[in-house]
T-cell receptor, first 115, second 111 residues
């Protein structure tokens, strides 16, 4: 079974703090993704990574950065947390095989509250 | 206009009912259509996917895509309390592309 784990289920931080969210997958997947999920807005892509040391901006990258130094690990960084970054953060990974749909596997999510 | 629109619900049905969940999308380039299920306090998990138009059945679940009207549906027959979850549609133009998600429909199946 594919397993995607996230470092924390719940996190409370103060405005201005630097926040690290960690994601690890154990299936040697090439692609990894960070989403945030908000009521009425659904899942929105923040950043994704095609492979190690590669990153691409998603739809809402402002205020975030990412790091992928190892294939299994993808980190989301909030350089200076703000209250509008209070959200559920979901990590996902997938492999890439030609000629077939490649499922994204999601972690359990981190609910971040910024006070 | 959003790329994909989904009625947020919530939808409450009695056990045994047939449930219809729907999404509409705007870009005809999309070729893959997915339904994800998300239980409370969990990440989404893929329920089923369909390539191009047509129907796909898996047990009590049927996914339907009508590309001419840009409309996708998920039908749940004989709904069970364990089907209570948020259902997210997702679309993508290709197997290596990003997904675009609907906002999700919250379903409650009552005894």
């Amino acid at each position: 079974d594919v397993k995607v784990t996230q470092s924390s289920r719940y996190l409370v931080k103060r405005t201005g703090e630097k926040v690290f969210l960690e994601c690890v997958q154990d299936m040697d997947h090439e692609n990894m993704f960070w989403y945030r999920q908000d009521p009425g807005l659904g899942l929105r892509l923040i950043y994704f990574s095609y492979d190690v040391k590669m990153k691409e901006k998603g739809d809402i990258p402002e205020g975030y950065s990412v790091s992928r130094e190892k294939k299994e690990r993808f980190s989301l960084i909030l350089e200076s947390a703000s209250t509008n970054q209070t959200s559920m953060y979901l990590c996902a990974s997938r492999t890439l095989r030609r000629g077939t749909y490649n499922e994204q596997f999601f972690g359990p999510g981190t609910r971040l509250t910024v006070l | 206009q959003k790329e994909v629109e989904q009625d947020p619900g919530p939808l409450s049905v009695p056990e045994g009912a047939i449930v219809s969940l729907n999404c509409t999308y705007s870009n005809s380039a999309f070729q893959y259509f997915m339904w994800y299920r998300q239980y409370s306090r969990k990440g989404p998990e893929l329920l089923m996917y369909t390539y191009s138009s047509g129907n796909k059945e898996d047990g009590r679940f049927t996914a339907q895509v009508d590309k001419s009207s840009k409309y996708i549906s998920l039908f749940i027959r004989d709904s069970q309390p364990s089907d209570s979850a948020t259902y997210l549609c997702a679309i993508t133009p290709g197997t290596a592309s990003k997904l675009t998600f609907g906002t999700g429909t919250r379903l409650q199946v009552t005894l």
